[in-house]
């Protein structure tokens, strides 16, 4: 595939954009914030009406027959708007178990729920500071699932969930509805990304993969929702850019413009780079899609992306000053989405260890 976005993809570039610009919020994001459990509903609307949820779903099951570059398109757009609702990165990753687990069944009754939007899934793969515990503590038995899945992004409104189990000593995907677990919403630094602990006591579920090809699936699964992520990073990273250039050249001190001290526009001069390396390589990574090197190119993506949405974030609060931390100005709402951003998906040192280890192994 090309490395340059052809026409149509620029114009679902723009278009989400000139979307979200209209619809977005800040107050209402703010408030966000502080309530539990609650997702920008004008949003999640807006993301159905303009099927963002069909991206990358196969036209035969009610989608758009897309792919990975249509949708992390779209979740740059959301980034920079930081938009109030993880479902595009995890229904996208269910999507991509169910579809790698080709099983005809599950396809059927789920993927146009997910594509209307009229279904929510979340991925819960991950325990404690492991992305993917080569044992987890849950276990499928018995068609059920017994255990706990903690601080499971979207948990506390999703309907189905995609998770990560052991089952008879091998490690299995599994897909869980959600209606029978108990779930225990957790007050967090980003309160959007609607994070709750979901407990499994005799849930009932279904296999999607198990042994060593349910390792390659909850891999694949685990590397295309860090792509998706990345790109909201990236969407997050530029706009942070954008508000820190036009502070610097409208605020004055010392009776000049702050933009002309080398120690802000220096400082801006990096915001940009690390954003447009980012970008290449979440290009790049969303090109690989079902080649051979697609997880090296997510490491790649998630890594950059990690670091230009963290130091954007703290950069561009340095520059305004003390207005950068108040919350009139609405920067908390880039510094707690780059946070956590920056754990969900598996942490830095996950994606550092990984990247070491396949180009490792490659040379070997």
């Not at 459990?37 to 949820?53: I, R, S």
């Not at 899934?121 to 018995?142: D, H, K």
């Not at 948990?155 to 490690?171: N, T």
């Given at each position: 595939m090309s490395m340059l976005y052809d026409e149509g993809q620029q114009a679902i570039a723009t278009e989400s954009r000139r979307v979200l610009d209209a619809r977005t919020s800040k107050d209402r994001l703010l408030k966000l914030l502080e309530q539990v459990?609650?997702?920008?509903?004008?949003?999640?609307?807006?993301?159905?009406?303009?099927?963002?949820?069909?991206?990358?779903?196969?036209?035969?099951?009610g989608g758009l027959g897309l792919g990975l570059v249509e949708l992390g398109l779209v979740a740059q757009a959301a980034g920079a708007a930081t938009a109030g609702a993880p479902f595009?990165?995890?229904?996208?990753?269910?999507?991509?178990?169910?579809?790698?687990?080709?099983?005809?069944?599950?396809?059927?009754?789920?993927?146009?729920?997910?594509?209307?939007?009229?279904?929510?899934?979340?991925?819960?793969?991950?325990?404690?500071?492991?992305?993917?515990?080569?044992?987890?503590?849950?276990?499928?038995?018995?068609?059920?699932?017994m255990g706990t899945k903690p601080a499971v992004?979207?948990?506390?409104?999703?309907?189905?969930?995609?998770?990560?189990?052991?089952?008879?000593?091998?490690?299995?995907?599994?897909?869980?509805?959600?209606?029978?677990?108990?779930?225990?919403?957790?007050?967090?630094?980003?309160?959007?990304?609607?994070?709750?602990?979901?407990?499994?006591?005799?849930?009932?579920a279904t296999v999607l993969a198990e042994g060593d090809a349910a390792l390659a699936l909850a891999r694949d699964v685990l590397a295309?929702?860090?792509?998706?992520?990345?790109?909201?990073?990236?969407?997050?990273?530029?706009?942070?850019?954008?508000?820190?250039?036009?502070y610097a050249v409208t605020r004055k001190a010392f009776g000049q413009l702050i933009g002309a001290f080398q120690s802000i526009k220096h400082r801006i001069a990096e915001m940009y780079g690390l954003v447009e390396v980012a970008r290449a390589n979440c290009i790049h990574a969303a090109a690989s899609e079902g080649t051979a090197e697609f997880l090296i190119a997510a490491a790649d993506a998630r890594i950059s992306a990690t670091e230009a949405y963290d130091t954007n974030s703290r950069d561009c609060v340095q520059i305004h000053g003390g207005i950068g931390v108040t919350w009139e100005l609405g920067l908390h709402l880039h510094m707690r989405r780059a946070r956590s951003l920056a754990v969900e998906q598996g942490s830095l040192l996950f994606w550092e260890d990984l990247l070491v280890n396949q180009l490792t192994g490659e040379a070997a």
């Open positions: 459990g609650e997702l920008d509903q004008p949003f999640w609307d807006t993301a159905v009406e303009q099927g963002w949820t069909a991206l990358a779903i196969p036209e035969e099951h595009l990165t995890s229904g996208y990753g269910a999507v991509s178990a169910l579809l790698g687990s080709r099983n005809a069944e599950l396809q059927a009754r789920w993927l146009p729920r997910l594509a209307s939007g009229e279904a929510l899934a979340c991925v819960a793969l991950a325990e404690g500071n492991a992305a993917l515990p080569p044992s987890p503590s849950v276990i499928f038995a018995g068609g059920t699932l992004t979207g948990g506390i409104k999703a309907d189905i969930a995609v998770v990560w189990a052991s089952s008879g000593g091998k490690p299995a995907l599994v897909l869980a509805e959600l209606a029978p677990a108990e779930r225990r919403a957790l007050n967090s630094y980003d309160n959007s990304r609607l994070y709750a602990d979901l407990t499994f006591a005799g849930t009932p295309r929702m860090a792509v998706v992520a990345a790109h909201e990073q990236v969407g997050g990273a530029e706009a942070l850019l954008h508000i820190a250039r036009d």
